[in-house]
């Protein structure tokens, strides 16, 4: 009965997607079928681990973040966890060779947001970019070429770039909750509390790059089955993008920008449009 236990953990690292992000949730759903479980167990194993941090701020954080990675370990192991959501991604691991030097960066990057408030410089900073994004990337991104390692070496360093970028965007959305409320600040050199309009374009500049090496080196190369997907996502974050650009950097940290909706299924039918005509932008 192990596989309907699995099905079980697929299912529940599906639900926590659907609740915790519609753009990505929305973003899987037009992967491949026999590719959509795998992403689905990788973002229940990363969302989880980001709660942690996060948000269970009545509870000792160092010590069940602790408990997650041991249990993580034990099951991988074993072979079995009966924490579904550790379950799902163990199997995902073993099926598509997800190498452990990813998973324990992530947790690595992990453990820094438990103390670690500033980030003074670019190595410091690039390297919780690595950790917290752009493994995450790579551990999709082997579950999308399914075992073709001359495939991955090619695309690994777009997939990296296409992470970054997402993460990025993700600081500059929540820079009022990650200051105020996590005493957080990820850019380097960076005073986030009076961002200027200098400080934000050499953000946005950045971020614009990496969503550009992404597409033309990543996005366009992708096996089929993964393709509409991911520029689905690449999407969704560009125009969010845009909309941090459009709010001046006084009022940023005032801001909660965010996509309705309604334009997430307007980019979804538009994006369909052009992928099927051969014309993605």
Do not use: W
């Not at 296409?162 to 050199?189: C, H, M, T, W």
């Not at 089929?224 to 991911?230: I, L, Q």
Request: glycine letters at 4%; charged letters at 30%; hydrophobic letters at 40%.
């Amino acid at each position: 009965m192990k596989e309907l236990f699995d099905q079980v953990s697929y299912t529940c690292s599906k639900l926590v997607t659907k609740k915790y992000s519609t753009s990505f949730s929305l973003a899987t759903r037009m992967l491949a079928p026999e590719i959509r479980s795998a992403i689905y167990n990788i973002y229940g194993f990363v969302r989880f681990a980001d709660e942690i941090v996060d948000t269970f701020h009545e509870y000792d954080k160092e010590a069940l973040l602790l408990q997650f990675e041991k249990n993580y370990y034990l099951g991988l192991h074993q072979g079995i966890s009966l924490n579904p959501i550790l379950n799902s991604f163990i199997h995902t691991v073993k099926k598509y060779n997800i190498q452990d030097d990813l998973v324990q960066a992530f947790l690595k990057s992990m453990r820094a947001d438990l103390s670690k408030k500033e980030y003074e410089t670019q190595e410091e900073y690039d390297a919780y970019i690595y950790g917290s994004a752009d493994v995450v990337g790579l551990m999709c991104l082997r579950v999308f070429v399914n075992g073709d390692e001359k495939k991955y070496e090619e695309l690994k360093d777009a997939a990296m770039r296409l992470g970054s970028a997402f993460q990025k965007v993700n600081f500059l959305r929540d820079l009022k909750e990650d200051i105020e409320e996590l005493n957080r600040s990820y850019f380097p050199n960076v005073n986030l509390r009076e961002l200027n309009n200098e400080s934000k374009a050499t953000i946005i500049k950045e971020i614009e790059e990496d969503f550009q090496y992404a597409y033309t080196n990543g996005i366009l190369k992708l096996p089929v089955e993964a393709k509409f997907g991911v520029y689905i996502a690449y999407k969704y974050y560009k125009r969010l993008l845009r909309k941090l650009k459009s709010v001046p950097s006084s009022e940023i940290m005032d801001s909660r920008v965010r996509i309705s909706n309604g334009l997430k299924i307007s980019l979804l039918m538009r994006g369909y449009a052009r992928y099927k005509l051969n014309l993605l932008e």
